[in-house]
């Protein structure tokens, strides 16, 4: 059987065609490879200024959020005047102002006082001018001998507290008050009453033996702002209960109803003077202590 028979030329390039296929097959892989290694590179290097950029950034405003206030802070004020048109100027703010708006000028006469503290300085002045007057009709009446009604002689309002009964209620009468030769009023009433003061004020007397008045008692008050003295006659020996110089209150006792003195029987002789001018005393107390 004829065979047939390779040379060993024909051998050998086909083997060199085959590797330079090989050859060529592996450099195209390589070449079709090496874009997309140099784009993956590329992409990263892209990231690296984006994100140093946005780090500055962030740096940035960071520092300018401390620093900002900090500055506006230290930033002297201006020692001169400014006007609101100025300040919405700087402010760059829109403000609206009646240029040509004046104050109307107002008398004294046209509004009456309405904070409190007017309304307390005029009740005070009412109060004033209101004694004032009175102490005036106790002096008329004190030179003329005119008796004086009680709302001549009021000078607090009735029931305060301030001016009190020198003697219980319902324990006493009245024989006689104030008239010519008589300077006070006789309550009588038995032996050992108490006896309060009228009026809050100081002891000017206390004595066993005061004139015609045996066992008596003064005592100086000031009483709606008016100088009142009050005198208590007639009481019994070893009951007084305060002393000269010492200070009593409204309704405290100060002593006891006797019949010492130019007495003719067991009652209080109470005597009222304002301004020292006297005035009757059961008519003072109804006014006063009601």
């Keep these: 059987m004829p065979t047939s028979r390779r040379s060993p030329e024909s051998a050998e390039a086909q083997e060199d065609s085959l590797l330079a296929a090989d050859i060529d097959t592996t450099a195209t892989t390589t070449d079709k490879k090496a874009p997309a290694v140099k784009r993956g590179r590329a992409g990263r290097s892209s990231v690296k200024p984006m994100r140093t950029v946005a780090i500055f950034a962030a740096v940035s405003a960071l520092v300018a959020a401390v620093a900002l206030p900090a500055y506006a802070a230290s930033k002297p004020l201006?020692?001169?005047?400014?006007?609101?048109?100025?300040?919405?100027?700087?402010?760059?703010?829109?403000?609206?102002?009646?240029?040509?708006?004046?104050?109307?000028?107002?008398?004294?006469?046209?509004?009456?006082?309405?904070?409190?503290?007017?309304?307390?300085?005029?009740?005070?002045?009412?109060?004033?001018?209101?004694?004032?007057?009175?102490?005036?009709?106790?002096?008329?009446?004190?030179?003329?001998?005119?008796?004086?009604?009680?709302?001549?002689?009021?000078?607090?309002?009735?029931?305060?507290?301030?001016?009190?009964?020198?003697?219980?209620?319902?324990?006493?009468?009245?024989?006689?008050?104030?008239?010519?030769?008589?300077?006070?009023?006789?309550?009588?009433?038995?032996?050992?009453?108490?006896?309060?003061?009228?009026?809050?004020?100081?002891?000017?007397?206390?004595?066993?033996?005061?004139y015609g008045y045996g066992v008596g008692i003064v005592i100086d008050s000031v009483v709606g702002g008016q100088r009142v003295s009050t005198l208590y006659g007639h009481m019994t020996y070893g009951t007084r209960a305060v002393r000269a110089g010492q200070v009593v209150q409204a309704g405290q006792l100060i002593g006891k109803v006797g019949n010492t003195g130019r007495s003719y029987g067991a009652h209080l002789h109470f005597e009222v003077r304002v301004n020292n001018s006297l005035v009757e005393p059961m008519g003072w107390l109804r006014a006063n202590a009601g």
């Design 78 to 210: 201006d020692s001169g005047a400014t006007t609101l048109q100025q300040m919405a100027v700087d402010d760059a703010q829109s403000l609206v102002v009646a240029s040509e708006a004046t104050a109307s000028p107002m008398q004294r006469g046209t509004y009456s006082a309405t904070t409190p503290e007017e309304i307390a300085k005029k009740k005070a002045e009412a109060a004033a001018k209101e004694r004032a007057a009175a102490s005036a009709r106790l002096a008329s009446a004190s030179k003329s001998g005119a008796r004086l009604s009680e709302a001549d002689l009021r000078l607090v309002a009735a029931g305060s507290g301030e001016v009190r009964y020198p003697l219980p209620s319902g324990s006493y009468y009245v024989s006689r008050t104030l008239s010519s030769g008589h300077d006070g009023a006789d309550m009588v009433s038995n032996a050992g009453t108490p006896i309060f003061a009228a009026a809050s004020g100081v002891v000017r007397i206390s004595t066993d033996s005061y």
